[in-house]
């Protein structure tokens, strides 16, 4: 269902009088999501190292637990970077930092990039910029042969979901940008370092074998998952994009960004980040406010939502036509290879 574009200017005041009440933390819940987010997982790894002695398939089905901590975890991290967990800008930025670690991801690195996603989601003219690369019909067309085979090659979903973001998180997090000055290359090796030491206080306990094999599927499923979130946050059948000149913030929030409803067990591990749409339209909200956010607002309801399994229907989407204003996937197009 589409949002209402009438009366700008006191849609405007309304939608931005309902989210300050909840742009605030609360530091007994921040806290306790800290607790019971990052203890279970440092319980898990013991359990695991225990486990390697029993049966590597007990390991496995318990990374699978784990990785969804580690996603819980990932999400603490996110809602630092937004300056939404915490009061305090100092706390914010040290268990940030900190959940990076654990997570893999350099605190400063990603949230630069992820703050350029949020001024300029759906938006045509800014696209590239933490955020899945996708093309138009008329770009893709316009590209030769090979060039359209590594776009094919790159929005596979072997490729997307299945190789992407373990390189993601393991190798890309670790490289510097074209953008980054000299303090930020600084924070960067510092983050690389403190994995380093970490990474390798770890294997010095446990043995660098045990780590790998409980470490990797950890990981990797995190990644994976964590990727598949993010996709289809802003890639689903109904989502709008539009050109600069056509951009409005709080309906590109709302109409660019999906309502992911899922199971209430999922919901907890992914830290509500299925309410996305709130998400883009206020970062402040700690994500623990944003299932009340929901439902006590009628406005955030008016959003279709897109299931676990209607979600499926997104790996086929690679390409926005500009002409039909939605997003399709190579079979709806026809063009004559070059």
């Not at 933390?25 to 390697?52: A, E, F, G, R, T």
């Not at 780590?211 to 979130?229: C, D, E, F, N």
């Amino acid at each position: 269902m589409g949002i209402d574009n009438t009366n700008n200017s006191n849609a405007s005041s309304s939608w931005m009088e309902i989210v300050s009440k909840y742009n605030f933390s609360d530091p007994v819940k921040s806290w306790w999501q800290v607790i019971n987010s990052v203890v279970p997982y440092l319980l898990l790894w013991v359990v695991m190292v225990w486990s390697l002695r029993i049966s590597y398939f007990l390991t496995l089905f318990l990374s699978v637990i784990a990785a969804g901590f580690l996603i819980r975890i990932f999400i603490i991290f996110h809602d630092c970077g937004h300056g939404s967990f915490f009061k305090s800008k100092y706390l914010n930025r040290i268990v940030g930092i900190v959940t990076g670690i654990m997570a893999f991801t350099p605190y400063h690195k990603w949230h630069h990039d992820h703050k350029e996603h949020h001024a300029t989601v759906g938006n045509l003219d800014k696209r590239g910029t933490g955020d899945v690369k996708t093309l138009t019909v008329e770009e893709f067309l316009k590209l030769s042969k090979w060039k359209r085979f590594l776009y094919h090659f790159y929005r596979h979903p072997l490729f997307l979901f299945g190789i992407a973001p373990f390189l993601v998180f393991v190798f890309q997090n670790r490289l510097p940008k074209k953008y980054m000055n000299r303090r930020e290359h600084v924070y960067l090796q510092l983050t690389n370092l403190a994995l380093i030491v970490v990474v390798s206080l770890s294997m010095w306990i446990i043995g660098w074998k045990a780590y790998l094999m409980i470490q990797i599927p950890i990981l990797y499923i995190a990644s994976v998952h964590g990727v598949w979130l993010f996709y289809v946050q802003h890639q689903y059948e109904q989502v709008v994009w539009t050109r600069g000149k056509e951009w409005n913030y709080k309906n590109i929030a709302l109409q660019g960004s999906s309502f992911f409803k899922l199971p209430i067990v999922l919901q907890w591990f992914t830290g509500n980040i299925g309410f996305h749409h709130i998400h883009h339209l206020s970062p402040r909200i700690p994500n623990y406010k944003l299932p009340h956010c929901y439902k006590e607002n009628a406005i955030f309801q008016e959003i279709q939502p897109i299931t676990f399994f209607s979600s499926l229907r997104s790996l086929k989407l690679r390409l926005w036509d500009e002409k039909r204003k939605k997003i399709i996937g190579f079979k709806s197009l026809h063009y004559t290879p070059s």
